[in-house]
């Protein structure tokens, strides 16, 4: 196995919560490292862009005005395969389905307010950390 990165968005439910350090805590005691990390507010015109992917899904239009209702913290995640081991600690999208231990069972609030959001593959990983990351801001 390789180290490699991924990206992660701690969600506006969970901020909200005062849950970023409890989040934090729980992906770096599965060995993944925080190389860079930024509190921020999606514009909706950013949020728009940044999951164009969905734009003609029917939750589209409300995953955007999620995103956009309160900060977010974006990350770079560094680890043996970081892809996968993120997305075993969020835990399955629907908390109901998620396993016992994850972020996503321990703190969502429903399928919509699920708290994080991961990369799916290292290639949308690569894309979404150069939507919110210059070089210079990954600090390894």
Known sequence: M???????????DATRRNLTGAVNAMLEAAGLRIIAQKRLRLTEERAKA???????????????KFM??????????EGENAVDKNRQVMGATNP???????????HAISIEANSVHGSDSPENAKIEIEFFFTPEEIVG
Do not use: M
């Open 96 to 106: 109901a389905e998620a396993a016992e231990g994850t972020i996503r069972k321990t």
């Open 2 to 12: 390789a180290v490699q990165c991924t990206f992660s968005i701690i969600k506006p």
């Open 68 to 77: 956009t209702s309160g900060p977010v913290v974006v990350q770079v995640l």
């Open 50 to 64: 940044f999951y164009a992917v969905h734009k003609d899904r029917p939750f589209y239009d409300d995953l955007v």
